[in-house]
């Protein structure tokens, strides 16, 4: 038995660095289709041809022949570095920038797209000025496609003069290009932040993608609304200069902006529910920033705004009319006076 194990010791360690080195070489090569196909038949013909060795004994020859292989490996990879200069999709041609003077915000290249399918939209970008006095609430829109694990997660501040902005982190794709959560592990997108008008990042996703989209007010004190907002702009900003690259597992929709709040000076714990996006608002919950008085199935149920966001569409008080009925905003939305 312990023979049978150390001979099955190299498949543990050899076997999954091979996986991941082909995954990386498939997500990353860009000459023809058959030159792609060829480098990676090699690879997984010289990843066997290690195991091969080890089997037989060989293991001088087969380390010797691991260690090259991908010692090459990280010397193509490690210099692989994000960039601004890409041809970029549409919806992520800006990145969203601010300009901050003690109370006021000027954000600029705040997306405001008027999406009538998801290649048939008007192009839009603004420029939009805040009163951080005059902010109010944090809303997050959790918006699902499949499974109820995953979910795209975008914030909404709303201030008292009925302005609201959304912020969403996500991948900065290229023209063409499509999402793979797997390819989100290999350096295959950069991150963006982008700021956008709610008729946009929110509208388009029951309304155009028939997405499954819940809005939850958060339960949040003002001076952790300012910097949340705050942290945004700094973040926006820093990328703008920097390139970063999205991961799926440690710089996404979440974990980016769980970062932003532990850097305001608020702990949060560490959860599963921070991967699994899907499961966030439960997370929420047990943090008590959901409102209180609901199990998290009425709050799910009351914030589900895909039949008034479709009536809404395109409407000026859309943000309004889909925050009718969510917990949190049940008499702060009444005709009378201003929206909060």
Sequence with gaps: MPRLLVRLLPWLIIVPASVWGFLALHYQLSFTRTQN????LTWAGLTGYVLYLYWQGSWKLGTLLYL?????????WQPIEPSHERVWADEVARLTTGE????????????????????RYEVR???????????RSVDMISSHWG??????????????DGQFVTF???????????????????????????????????????????????????????????????????????LAVTP??????????????YSMLRQTGEMFPLDPRLLLTGYLPSYIQAQDGLMTGFSLQ???????????????????????????????????????????
């Excluded at 970063?244 to 902006?257: A, E, S």
């Design 37 to 40: 196909l060829f480098i990676l």
């Design 68 to 76: 090259i292989m991908h010692g090459e490996l990280l010397l193509w």
């Design 100 to 119: 901050v003077n003690g109370n006021r915000v000027v954000l600029r290249n705040v997306r405001n797209f008027n999406w009538q399918s998801e290649s």
């Design 125 to 135: 970008w603004e420029e939009r000025e805040y009163n951080l006095q005059r902010l």
């Design 147 to 160: 499974m109820d694990s995953i979910a795209h997660i975008l914030v909404s501040f709303g201030f008292d």
């Design 168 to 238: 969403s982190v996500e991948i900065r794709k290229e023209l063409g290009e499509h999402y793979s959560a797997l390819g989100g592990f290999f350096k295959k997108y950069e991150l963006s932040i982008v700021a956008s008008d709610e008729r946009d990042a929110i509208a388009v996703r029951p309304n155009v993608r028939g997405e499954d989209t819940y809005l939850y007010r958060i339960a949040m004190p003002a001076h952790l609304r300012r910097a949340l907002f705050l942290s945004y702009v700094e973040q926006a900003n820093a």
């Design 244 to 257: 970063r690259f999205y991961n799926t597992l440690t710089v996404n929709c979440t974990t980016l902006v």
């Design 298 to 340: 009425q709050l799910r149920e009351l914030g589900h705004i895909n039949a008034r966001s479709q009536a809404a569409a395109g409407q000026p008080d859309y943000s309004k009319r889909i925050r009718q009925g969510v917990p949190g905003w049940l008499h702060e939305l009444q005709p009378q006076g201003l929206p909060f």
